[in-house]
């Protein structure tokens, strides 16, 4: 991806073969020309606020979706959450949580901080292809979003 | 380490407590003697006493009002007194508080034995009760540890599931990547063994999902309501019939249910496993038949639901209700092994029995009891 275009899509996910599996299905559909991948959730913030070794530009002012895994190093994903959905250009980019608890406590809390969907890790192969291109064309292509203010 | 009990002895002269000091002498406790009322009082401060000897005729404080102001305090409230007097009296409405705690009687001049009964009846009264409230206290010790290890054990077996859900994930997808993208390169028998691979990452996933079922149901609050059975029962009937997929006509027999009370969910999730067994393992017969009765026996409401199918050997009857256990081979019939463990758990938690009959390819009979609520109306 070059330098300077637009980040579209971030996947914040810090298990490699779920990350690799979610490209892949994302690229099957043409998605993931401007995807970024980040697998921690520290780095996560900075690329999010500019901060550390992202600082310079607004690396967001493209976005159109963040897909986030609640389990990750050093800040986890309802962190990550909370300061997006607190933040007030940041809190319109539309998140969705993809991973592996189905814990009610973690579908409630992340509803509560305003996370615009929730959806579980299945492990049969067809629908997490299905789930991830599916969420990946809505955000992107069906659904309008406002995008992030300025 | 016990201490022994302590006795309270109030009466203005001196000798008098002497005397109750010999005639108690071979008892096993510790004597407190005091002259007044107040003294009396000042004891009580330091003290727990399990029984007082109060003499009725003193000075400035009487028996009776000393007994009165120790019922007024919520320490003493319960101490039972033993009223030594020359005269016996009947003027009980003299004694204020007298209904709060137990109390006797004995006259002077008294025998040794009377009051060496009396004491004594007292003093095992309270020994009981302090057996009866460390005992309370064990329980409620117990209570707490079980809850903790409980909490641990969900939370253990939550981020079990999903931390060995990640890898199947992988798994699966992988084997289905290298059948997708090298499908030119894969012959038949390269295709069918990523299938395999494929089918047991799922199958482990299924395993995982029964045994957080499992834990689930072990930790379900009850709620129980007055379930009408025949329509419950055949709720479930239609929603399995709905979702079968076969030709051959399976023939209900359902009797008139008693209504029963219990935790409607998990009633549900009985009759769910109960009646999609029977239909599976009928499935092969060219008429199968399920038939589904119940009686109240007394205190017990007890449903049957039986079918013409394989049935199963009850040599293995003990494995019936095992986790993973089956009777039959993965080939036969499909299945975790987990639903009736499940069945078992929820029949349990409600107060009833789960058992079976069976006969190898003549069917099968599984019943459930659970209790007769008394103030439903049936």
């Known amino acids: ?150 | 380490m016990d201490t022994k009990p302590k006795i309270l002895i109030v009466d203005d002269k001196p000798q008098n407590l002497r005397a109750l000091e010999v005639v108690l002498k071979d008892l096993d406790i510790e004597l407190v003697q005091t002259t007044s009322g107040n003294d009396a009082l000042k004891a009580t401060l330091h003290n727990d006493f399990a029984l007082a000897l109060l003499d009725i005729q003193m000075p400035e404080m009487d028996g009776y009002e000393l007994a009165a102001i120790l019922r007024e305090e919520e320490k003493t409230a319960h101490v039972p007194f033993i009223f030594i007097s020359a005269v016996y009296t009947d003027n009980l409405n003299v004694f204020k508080g007298y209904e709060k705690g137990a109390f006797s009687f004995i006259t002077k001049p008294f025998q040794s034995e009377i009051l060496i009964n009396k004491v004594k009846f007292f003093i095992e009264k309270h020994q009981q009760e302090i057996a009866l409230h460390k005992l309370n206290d064990d329980l409620k010790k117990k209570n707490a540890e079980l809850e903790l290890v409980n909490n641990e054990l969900e939370s253990f077996t939550y981020s079990v599931s999903h931390d060995l859900r990640s890898p199947l994930r992988a798994m699966n997808g992988y084997a289905h990547i290298l059948k997708e993208d090298y499908e030119k390169l894969l012959d038949e028998e390269a295709k069918r063994l990523l299938a395999n691979i494929s089918e047991n990452a799922q199958k482990m996933a299924d395993l995982i999902d029964s045994l957080l079922d499992l834990s689930r149901m072990g930790k379900k609050e009850i709620a129980k309501q007055t379930i009408d059975m025949n329509k419950l029962v055949r709720e479930v009937i239609h929603d399995l019939e709905v979702n079968r997929v076969s030709n051959e006509q399976l023939q209900w027999n359902i009797f008139d249910l008693p209504k029963v009370k219990a935790d409607p969910e998990l009633l549900k999730r009985v009759l769910v496993n109960l009646l999609s067994n029977a239909l599976k393992y009928s499935g092969k017969r060219e008429k199968p038949v399920v038939e589904v009765g119940g009686h109240t026996k007394e205190a017990k409401t007890v449903f049957y639901i039986k079918d013409n199918g394989v049935g199963f050997d009850m040599r293995f009857y003990n494995k019936l209700f095992g986790v993973f256990q089956r009777l039959h081979k993965p080939g036969e019939f499909e299945g975790t092994g987990i639903g009736l463990a499940i069945v078992q758990r929820i029949i349990s938690k409600c107060g009833g029995e789960i058992w079976a009959e069976a006969e190898v390819d003549k069917g099968a009979t599984f019943y459930f009891s659970l209790p007769t609520d008394n103030t439903s109306k049936i």
Do not use: C
Not at chain 1, 40 to 46: K, M, Q, R, T, V
Not at chain 1, 65 to 83: A, H, R, Y
């Open chain 1, 1 to 150: 991806m070059n330098e300077n275009s637009q980040v579209e899509i971030l996947l914040i996910e810090d298990n490699y073969n779920d990350a690799e599996l979610a490209v892949r299905s994302l690229k099957k559909h043409n998605l993931t020309a401007k995807l970024k991948h980040i697998d921690d959730g520290a780095e996560a913030l900075d690329f999010i606020f500019s901060k550390g070794s992202y600082s310079g530009r607004d690396q967001l002012s493209g976005i159109k979706l963040i897909i986030l895994d609640l389990k990750l190093p050093k800040v986890n994903g309802l962190e990550i959450l909370t300061q997006l959905k607190t933040n007030e250009q940041k809190k319109m980019i539309p998140v969705v949580i993809f991973t592996s608890s189905s814990h009610e406590k973690d579908v409630i809390e992340s509803y509560r901080l305003g996370v615009n969907s929730y959806i579980v890790k299945p492990v049969n192969f067809q629908s997490f292809n299905t789930a991830i291109a599916e969420l990946g064309m809505y955000w992107l292509l069906l659904n309008h979003s406002p995008g992030p203010a300025n």
